[in-house]
């Protein structure tokens, strides 16, 4: 073999050998995911799990390919700014908000780092994109913006409580996406001739009174709007409404889980488990400000029927045969 030979032979293998380095050195890169919920990690891991599995099924390992670094405010709003600043000076690829308020708090803090909403309310009307098909900015993900189930779900419960003309409604003003439920809840309602009762909560330090409120108005039913705050605490709203015999509607299913009457809403493991879908595009290169946020595609009504015979409740077939699921 000639001189130039064994050049060409030492270039092609120096360039094979670099190549390989290189991607040895980018499958080796660890992701290092953020993950900040306004509400509790502890009490809904189902949604983290969910979360994890979109990973999964996209190829990634966890403690391999990717970390995650976990941060909660358990409802407390006043806490979001300090998380979101931590979560932030650690540099991460993404960092993935459930909730609304916690993506507003990464909004103030970083215009760059890709945000990845798990489940949001409106985040075209409380700003964090431009618009749904061309989010523009640092900023996608899902959305459960559907206000008109507010009216759906008072519809469904005068429907199901005979005689009924008085409702507590538990919801979080601080959530504008609750704001919207309201009004929706306040137009259905007088349609319907129903008397409104509102129970308005902030923090967990605040259920307790919105009880003993709701407790003195003598209301005929509850109705409790899809929150993290409200979602954190659901085993205690859960027990309060069976402790005065209220028949109960919700916004997600997991009240009905934990022994709810009945919910109508998104199966919030679904847009967890999406949410992996948009990690793992900004991952390998997409811009968040191109990709389209997600809207809801369905809506599930699911009703406890041993919850309702415990109240003395008869479902009426009309509202039985729209359930997509009955728990027997």
Do not use: C
Not at 36 to 41: P, W
Not at 234 to 262: H, I, N, S
């Amino acid at each position: 073999m000639n001189g130039r030979a064994v050049a060409n032979v030492a270039l092609a293998l120096s360039l094979l050998w670099g190549a390989s380095a290189a991607a040895a050195q980018r499958q080796a890169k660890v992701f290092r995911i953020g993950y900040l919920s306004s509400g509790s990690i502890a009490a809904s891991p189902h949604l983290l799990e969910a979360f994890r599995q979109g990973l999964r099924e996209a190829g990634y390992i966890e403690g391999q390919d990717f970390s995650l670094e976990l941060r909660a405010s358990e409802g407390k709003a006043d806490r979001l700014p300090g998380l979101a600043a931590e979560l932030v000076r650690l540099q991460p690829d993404v960092i993935v908000t459930t909730g609304t308020l916690a993506p507003l708090a990464v909004q103030q803090v970083t215009r760059t780092i890709p945000i990845v909403l798990a489940v949001a309310g409106d985040p075209v009307g409380s700003g964090l994109v431009t618009s749904l098909a061309r989010p523009g900015g640092n900023i996608t993900g899902l959305s459960i913006l559907a206000p008109e189930l507010g009216g759906k779900r008072l519809q469904l419960l005068k429907e199901a409580v005979p005689g009924l003309s008085r409702v507590a409604v538990l919801w979080n003003p601080a959530n504008p996406l609750n704001k919207a439920v309201w009004a929706e809840t306040e137009a259905a309602a007088r349609v319907l001739g129903l008397q409104l009762q509102s129970l308005e909560v902030r923090g967990p330090d605040e259920f307790a009174g919105a009880f003993e409120a709701a407790a003195r108005g003598r209301p005929g039913a509850l109705a409790a709007a899809e929150d993290p705050l409200i979602l954190a605490q659901r085993t205690q709203v859960v027990a309060f409404a069976a402790k005065r015999r209220l028949p109960a509607m919700y916004g997600l299913r997991e009240f009905v889980d934990a022994g709810g009457l009945m919910a109508l809403g998104v199966h919030l493991p679904d847009l967890f488990r999406r949410a992996a879908v948009y990690v793992d595009k900004i991952l390998k290169g997409a811009k968040p400000g191109d990709l389209p946020v997600e809207q809801p595609a369905r809506f599930e009504l699911v009703i406890n029927m041993k919850t309702a015979k415990a109240l003395g409740l008869t479902i009426p077939q009309s509202v039985l045969i729209r359930a997509d699921q009955v728990i027997q």
